[in-house]
T-cell receptor, first 114, second 113 residues
C-alpha cells in the first residue's frame, strides 16, 4: 500500500522549458512534504520542502505547490537546465518532519535535453 | 559531498551469510537513519537512532538489526541473507531543528548471490 505515489516514472523536457513533477499521497495525517534529487552513484539530496499550512514554497528556480484537498503536490522547475537531469523523489512525513522517517515515492527520472 | 560516509560501497555475498554496513554521520548530527532502495521500490525507511537510542522503526526485518555507538557512528547488521535482500542501503543523518532534511551517504550496494 503506497502512501506516496509518483505516477510518472520518467519525464523529458527541453532546456529552458518548465518541468512539472507530480506526487499524490493518501495519508491525510501527512503534514510535511519534501523533494529530494538523486544523481547516479550518489545519495539523495534535499531540494525543497513545504509545510501543510502553506500551499506554495519557492526557492530560486524550484517551486513546490501543495493542494491538500486533492492530496497532491507538484514541483516546478523553471527554467529547466541539463544539470537538473536526475531522479526526483517526493517524500512525506506525519510527525512534522521531526522524526525524519520520511515516506518516499518511487521517483521520477527527469531528462532535460539541450 | 554530504559529509555522511558509508562503507563499503559494494558488497557481494552469498545467501545465508551475515554482513555489516557502516555509517559515519555528519559532524554534530545526532540522528542516523537507514533506508533500503530495491529495484522496484522507492526508499524504504528501516530504522532511526538518536544519540545512541532507537527512535523509530519502519519496515525492518527481524533478520536485520542496527545500533548507534557512543561516537555516533552506526552499523546495520543483515543476517541469514536472502536473494531479495539485494538492494542499495542508504544511511542518512540530520541536524536537530531541521525537520525532514536528511543528508544521505552514497550508499552500500549489496548483492546477494
Amino acid at each position: 500500500d503506497q502512501q506516496v505515489k509518483q505516477n510518472s516514472p520518467s519525464l523529458s523536457v527541453q532546456e529552458g522549458r518548465i518541468s512539472i513533477l507530480n506526487c499524490d499521497y493518501t495519508n491525510s495525517m501527512f503534514d510535511y512534504f519534501l523533494w529530494y534529487k538523486k544523481y547516479p552513484a550518489e545519495g539523495p539530496t534535499f531540494l525543497i520542502s513545504i509545510s501543510s499550512i502553506k500551499d506554495k514554497n519557492e526557492d530560486g528556480r524550484f517551486t513546490v505547490f501543495l493542494n491538500k484537498s486533492a492530496k497532491h503536490l507538484s514541483l516546478h522547475i523553471v527554467p529547466s537546465q541539463p544539470g537538473d537531469s536526475a531522479v526526483y523523489f517526493c517524500a512525506a512525513s506525519d510527525y512534522g518532519g521531526s522524526q525524519g522517517n520520511l515516506i518516499f515515492g518511487k521517483g521520477t527520472k527527469l531528462s532535460v535535453k539541450p | 559531498d554530504s559529509g555522511v560516509t558509508q562503507t563499503p560501497k559494494h558488497l557481494i555475498t552469498a545467501t545465508g551469510q551475515r554482513v555489516t554496513l557502516r555509517c559515519s554521520p555528519r559532524s554534530g548530527d545526532l540522528s542516523v537513519y537507514w533506508y533500503q532502495q530495491s529495484l522496484d521500490q522507492g526508499l524504504q525507511f528501516l530504522i532511526q537512532y538518536y544519540n545512541g537510542e532507537e527512535r523509530a522503526k519502519g519496515n525492518i526485518l527481524e533478520r536485520f538489526s542496527a545500533q548507534q555507538f557512543p561516537d555516533l557512528h552506526s552499523e546495520l547488521n543483515l543476517s541469514s541473507l536472502e536473494l531479495g535482500d539485494s538492494a542499495l542501503y542508504f544511511c542518512a543523518s540530520s541536524p536537530d531543528g531541521a525537520p525532514g532534511k536528511l543528508f544521505f551517504g552514497s550508499g552500500t550496494q549489496l548483492s546477494v548471490l
